[in-house]
Nanobody, 117 residues
Framework: QVQLMESGGGLVQAGGSLRLSCAASRSIFSFNAMGWYRQAPGKQREMVATVTNYGTTNYADSVKGRFTISRDVAKKTVYLQMNSLKPEDTAVYFC???????????WGQGTQVTVSS
């Protein structure tokens, strides 16, 4: 059973920054990819940013140039640095890790990000 523990969410004013962390219970190289998704009230969950086992990153168009995904292999942690935050970034942010072999999607419990105007 994979455990993913998110942290770093909170309330911030528009234009501000937050850094989310996702700590995994096992080596991040045991996953095909890890990433961040978000879900706003009344909306479907959407991909924000992902990083593959090889370090290839992918971003949603809405966050390109503002958000950066990175990882610390020794700490088994993936980060999401969020700059120039907008009210429309308000959502619950979830960490996902896809297991090698099965490609099963493991999810964290989510962390709330609220951006005030």
């Amino acid at each position: 059973q994979v455990q993913l523990m998110e942290s770093g969410g909170g309330l911030v004013q528009a234009g501000g920054s937050l850094r989310l962390s996702c700590a995994a219970s096992r080596s991040i190289f045991s996953f095909n990819a890890m990433g961040w998704y978000r879900q706003a009230p009344g909306k479907q969950r959407e991909m924000v940013a992902t990083v593959t086992n090889y370090g290839t990153t992918n971003y949603a168009d809405s966050v390109k140039g503002r958000f950066t995904i990175s990882r610390d292999v020794a700490k088994k942690t993936v980060y999401l640095q969020m700059n120039s935050l907008k009210p429309e970034d308000t959502a619950v942010y979830f960490c996902q890790a896809r297991s090698i072999g099965t490609d099963y999607a493991n999810w964290g419990q989510g962390t709330q990000v609220t951006v005030s105007s």
